[in-house]
């Protein structure tokens, strides 16, 4: 892997073929295998050190993965908008609309409709232990 420090201090030399080597996986709109692996790390919360549940795994990226991973995802976003692909209702994947706006947006409209006297209706996703479930209000 090389190491963003590396990156940092080599800076402007490599541009070139990492300019080549980024615009290449992007025209062909692959992103290469060898980028997709990465490093796993423990991380330690608190505790006793000895218990391993309490340990949290965190994915160590290659820099140059990094960089190629955000630039695809702001060519696609950019695409998105401007050919319209994904509706407005669809948050997660736009950029400033996260899905902490989409629960807001939803609770908006069902405390709009209450006000007008309107029947609301929904089906949920409930989360119990590890099983998901639906769950239907009555009418």
């Known amino acids: 892997m090389i190491s963003t420090k590396i990156l940092k201090t080599s800076s402007p030399s490599p541009s070139s073929p990492l300019k080549y080597f980024y615009n290449t996986a992007l025209s062909k709109g692959i992103f290469p295998e060898r ?52 509706r407005k209702e669809q948050y997660g994947y736009r950029t400033k609309l996260t899905t902490e706006y989409a629960r807001y947006s939803l609770t908006n409209k069902i405390l709009n409709a209450f006000n007008n006297k309107l029947m609301v209706r929904g089906i949920f996703w409930l989360r119990v232990g590890s099983q998901c479930k639906l769950w239907y209000p009555p009418v």
């Open 35 to 86: 980028l997709k692996f990465s490093l796993i790390q423990p991380l330690y919360k608190n505790g006793s050190k000895l218990d391993t549940t309490i340990y949290i795994p965190i994915s160590l990226w290659a820099a140059v993965s990094k960089i190629l991973e955000k630039a695809m995802q702001t060519r696609s976003s950019n695409n998105w908008t401007k050919f319209n692909i994904i």
